[in-house]
Every structure is written in C-alpha cells, then in structure tokens.
C-alpha cells in the first residue's frame, strides 16, 4: 500500500483572478493618483483663474468682446473651418491603417461630430469613441475598430504637437524665456527633448510593422509614411487651432506667431491633463498667466470669443448634423418597413395572371 503522507504536498494553485489582484490594485491606485492630480490641477487653475479675473472691470471686458473687428472674426472662423477639415484626415489616415473602406462623407461626419462633442464635453476616448461607434458601425465597423481609429487619431494629434513645440521653442526660446519666465536653455533643452522624441518614433515605426497592446487588445501602428503625414497634418491643425485664438487677440501685442504657439500648445496641454470639458478655466488661466504683461480684458475678451468660435459654434452645429443624421436613418428604416417584400410581389403578380 502506498504512503499517502510520503508524498510532497503542492501548495494550492492560485486562481487566475487572485493572480491578477495585485496588477489590478496597482493600476486602480495608478487612477486614482491621475485622478486626484487632474482634479489638483483643475482646481489650482479655477483658483489662479478667479484670482486674475477678480479684478477685472465688466464693462471693459464687454467692450473687448465687442471690439473684435469683422476681419478678425472672419480669420478666426476661417481657421477654425481649416482645422477641423484637417481633424477630418485624422479619421481618414486611421481608417487606411485599420484597412477600412469607408465613403468620406461618412468620415467627415463621424470626425467632425465627434471632436467637435469631445471638445466640449471633454472624455475624448469615451465622448468621441460614442460618436465614432454611433456613425461606423452602420458601415460594419466593430468597437474595436472604433477604439483602435480612435488612439490613431489621438497618436496624429500629439505627434503634431510635439513637432510644433520643438520648431517653436527651439527657434524662440528666448522671447518665450521673458514671456514665462524661463531660462533660454530650458526651453531649447524642452524643444530639443520633443524633436527627439519625434525623430525616434518616426525611425523606431520605419524600422519594422510595430504595434501595442492596450486592454487586452492588439493596435497595429502606421508606417513610416502614414506616421509622417500623420505629423504634418497634425502640425498644421495645431497651427490653425492656434491661429484662432491669434487673430482675435487685440492688436498691437507685438507678440510673433512662432513664439504664441507654444504658449498655445503648453494650455492645451495641461488643459487635457485636466480632464476638464474643453480645458475649460486651466486653458484660459495658462494663456492669462503667460500674457500677463498684457492688457487682461481684451486678452480675456479674445478667449471668449476664441471659445464661441472654436468651441459652442461647432458643437451645436455637430449636434445638429448628428440630429439630421438620426432622423434620415429613422426615415429610411420606416421607408424599409412599408416596403413590400419583392417576394410577395413577384407571387401576387403570377397569382393574378
């Protein structure tokens, strides 16, 4: 008879779940820290933000607002047009990468809606990645596909961004070291450090067929040349975004084009990191803080306008066109409904003969 006791005792396997508690906790902790540092910062900005419009005259803030010229005006939503035509390519480079033959009708629709609703309502993975679904899955297109087109298009976005602040902090670091407050060197080294990084993702995605895994799920990254027209374009709509809120500010601020738009991109920036819809008061604080020097009430009166014109004219537009967008294909599917099977058709014409 065999000694049962002889034998070694294998420790209870431990089940998958218990496995993964420990990558689990660290990654809720890991949110929980973004969140906390987001809300941080949105908040430090609602503060700084009500401490430089405190003292602010309304009246002279109304007539700021209202002293934008029509040539002003007309640039502002000329660039805006600009860059949201150009978020449209966002979509379009996406979809060629994910091998999706989609009308562009339908491309330009689901982009703009979408970043036009992200914009405003903030949560783009979740507010953009809802749109996208809603107009592509008619056309086939599977949520992963959606969430896969969707951080393509955010890889364009920041690989854009980066290009630009390396070409301005570069090239003006030192009207920008008196605008900010920092040392010419520290914002070449800042420059230097994002034309870097660009330059080694643009060789690292040359190299060979590269791609990550996000929740689980495989994302094919582009090649060389859809990532290069990736940073082009996004560089332009960083620009044109940019050149929105440039052309409304007051004249005579002296200030070059080149050395705003890092300015530009630092709000925008921490604006996202915010989490706040739009960016909303960390944008507005960061562009106060770094033009302080100016005038605030028409600096002010130019970001009003800047938020009219970039943000609540193309949300209300996008929430029309995603309006019409429901009730034609409501329409056409009661249009299917009453229609009468070609079947049934065929067999009362041959009944009747």
Not at 4 to 33: G, T, Y
Not at 273 to 290: C, D, N, R
């Amino acid at each position: 008879m065999n000694d049962m006791s002889s034998r070694p005792v294998s420790p209870p396997e431990m089940s998958s779940a218990e496995a993964l508690q420990p990558k689990e906790r660290r990654s809720r902790r890991f949110a929980w820290i973004g969140m906390a540092a987001s809300i941080l910062l949105f908040g430090a900005s609602l503060v700084v933000l009500w401490h430089i419009v405190s003292d602010i005259d309304i009246n002279e803030l109304k007539s700021a607002f209202t002293a934008a010229s029509f040539r002003q005006i007309g640039l502002a939503v000329l660039f805006t047009a600009i860059s949201y035509g150009l978020l449209t390519c966002y979509d379009a480079i996406a979809l060629r990468q994910l091998k999706l033959q989609i009308p562009y009708r339908t491309t330009a629709l689901a982009s703009f809606t979408s970043y036009a609703v992200s914009f405003t309502l903030g949560f783009p993975l979740l507010t953009a990645g809802t749109v996208r679904y809603w107009i592509y899955s008619p056309k086939g297109v599977k949520p992963g596909r959606v969430a896969s087109l969707t951080v393509i298009a955010g890889v364009t976005f920041w690989l854009g961004m980066a290009l630009v602040l390396a070409w301005s902090l570069i090239s003006k670091a030192d009207e920008l070291a008196s605008l900010v407050y920092t040392h010419i060197w520290m914002n070449q080294l800042v420059g230097l450090g994002a034309a870097v990084f660009v330059a080694a993702y643009m060789i690292w995605v040359s190299l060979k067929r590269r791609s990550v895994k996000i929740q689980g799920w495989k994302l094919e990254l582009p090649g060389f040349r859809l990532s290069l027209a990736q940073i082009l374009i996004g560089a332009a709509d960083v620009c044109a975004g940019a050149g929105v809120l440039f052309v409304l500010l007051p004249g005579g601020h002296n200030l070059g084009f080149e050395t705003f738009v890092a300015v530009y991109i630092f709000a925008v920036m921490l604006g996202v990191a915010s989490h706040a819809p739009g960016g909303l008061g960390v944008f507005e604080a960061t562009i106060l803080l770094a033009l302080s020097s100016y005038p605030r009430e028409p600096v002010l009166g130019a970001l009003l306008l800047y938020r009219l014109c970039y943000y609540l004219i193309p949300f209300v537009v996008a929430l029309a066109l995603l309006g019409g967008y429901e009730i034609r294909n409501r329409i056409r599917g009661a249009r299917l409904a009453f229609k009468p099977d070609e079947d049934e058709v065929a067999g009362a014409e041959l009944g009747g003969r």
